[in-house]
Structures are given as structure tokens and as C-alpha cells.
T-cell receptor
Framework: GQQLNQSPQSMFIQEGEDVSMNCTSSSIFNTWLWYKQDPGEGPVLLIALYKAGELTSNGRLTAQFGITRKDSFLNISASIPSDVGIYFCAGSLTQGGSEKLVFGKGTKLTVNP | DGGITQSPKYLFRKEGQNVTLSCEQNLNHDAMYWYRQDPGQGLRLIYYSQIVNDFQKGDIAEGYSVSREKKESFPLTVTSAQKNPTAFYLC????????????FGEGSWLTVV
């Protein structure tokens, strides 16, 4: 089936550093979504991208829908301790006449104060 | 506040017992979903429902059952046929099946001993 390759699997950074993570696939996606999940909680939607090339910001977060529609990245600027968590990408693609949502396996972010 | 409410948050059951997890949403969304999350794996779709009184199997439906008698509610039953039921279960909803910006509940931890 379709797979999303999310990288890196984990990151250890110092407070104040910028962070970048991405998701790639061999499939073409119609929508890209980025979520953050805190331990023991449900994922929270951070950014939704609907058009190829779209660049969207949400505070210190910026995400882009790749021009080939096969990838997306998420950047976090000036990281702070509360950025700790697991970040998931998700992409939707058309399959059998309906939309299917595929998830990456997540990037675990650790921020050292 | 609008949102998705899952209950209970934590549930312990003996092996061989059926268990029902509740999911209620007041977002007026047509589509609802159940995902299972295991460490090191991406989210896996168990069942989804596009409209009241209709639901479809996801990728790992065996050992689970659902109902959709009301738009707001989509309970999941983990039956004794599910071989490895201990997991974190996430309910989600979207405006409709083909608008894949989905929002998650806070999750339910099920431990079967």
C-alpha cells in the first residue's frame, strides 16, 4: 500500500534551535496535514495544506506542500521546551474513487533547555 | 466548546471480555473514524463511517465492531476475537469522507490482562 516516509525518526536539539522534518512518498497526494501529539494524548492538527507549492505558517511553525505533490516539510523556528512531542505527517490521496488518509510514523522531538 | 470526547481514558479488562469505547463529537461532522496506535507504528484505521447507519472496514477491522446510530456517536467494541487488543485507541472526525482534514479525540488506553 501507500507509504509515507517521515524523517528523521527522532531529534535532540537545544532550546532556541530551528527544526526541520519532512515526509516523502512515491505517491501523489491531494492534501498534507501536520499533527503534534503529546504523550498519552490525541494528535492536534497544526497545519493543513491543500495546494501544491502552498506555504503556510502557524506561529513559529511553517509547512510546505511540495511542488511534485509527493512531499511536505515542517519547520519549527526558535524551539522551546513545550515543542517536545511527536510530530506526524498525514497525506490524503485518491484511491478507488474516494480519499484515503495515510500517516507517517512520526518524528519524536526532544528539546533540551 | 466543540470537539471530540472519548471515554473512558483508561480501561482495564480481562482477556476474553468485550469492551466498548465511547466517542462523541459535537462538530456536526458527517464522517467518523477509529484508529489504533501502537509504539513504533503509524496510525492504523480500524473502521470508518461516512454517514449515520453506514460504516466500512478499515485496514485492521478483525476483532472489532462499530455502530453509527447517531451522527454524534461512533462507539467501538473490542471483542474477545481481537488477538492483541492492548493499545491506544483514537477516535477522529471530519466534515465528510472526502475532506480529509480530520480532528482527533484525546484517546483511550485499553489494557487487557
Amino acid at each position: 500500500g501507500q507509504q509515507l516516509n517521515q524523517s528523521p525518526q527522532s531529534m535532540f536539539i537545544q532550546e532556541g534551535e530551528d527544526v526541520s522534518m519532512n515526509c516523502t512518498s512515491s505517491s501523489i497526494f491531494n492534501t498534507w496535514l501536520w499533527y503534534k501529539q503529546d504523550p498519552g494524548e490525541g494528535p492536534v492538527l497544526l497545519i493543513a495544506l491543500y495546494k501544491a507549492g502552498e506555504l503556510t505558517s502557524n506561529g513559529r511553525l511553517t509547512a510546505q506542500f511540495g511542488i511534485t505533490r509527493k512531499d511536505s516539510f515542517l519547520n519549527i523556528s526558535a524551539s522551546i521546551p513545550s515543542d517536545v512531542g511527536i510530530y506526524f505527517c498525514a497525506g490524503s490521496l485518491t484511491q478507488g474513487g474516494s480519499e484515503k488518509l495515510v500517516f507517517g510514523k512520526g518524528t519524536k522531538l526532544t528539546v533540551n533547555p | 466548546d466543540g470537539g471530540i470526547t472519548q471515554s473512558p481514558k483508561y480501561l482495564f479488562r480481562k482477556e476474553g471480555q468485550n469492551v466498548t469505547l465511547s466517542c462523541e463529537q459535537n462538530l456536526n461532522h458527517d464522517a467518523m473514524y477509529w484508529y489504533r496506535q501502537d509504539p513504533g507504528q503509524g496510525l492504523r484505521l480500524i473502521y470508518y463511517s461516512q454517514i449515520v447507519n453506514d460504516f466500512q472496514k478499515g485496514d485492521i477491522a478483525e476483532g472489532y465492531s462499530v455502530s453509527r446510530e447517531k451522527k454524534e456517536s461512533f462507539p467501538l467494541t473490542v471483542t474477545s476475537a481481537q488477538k492483541n487488543p492492548t493499545a491506544f485507541y483514537l477516535c477522529a472526525s471530519s466534515r465528510d469522507r472526502n475532506r480529509n482534514t480530520i480532528y482527533f479525540g484525546e484517546g483511550s488506553w485499553l489494557t487487557v490482562v
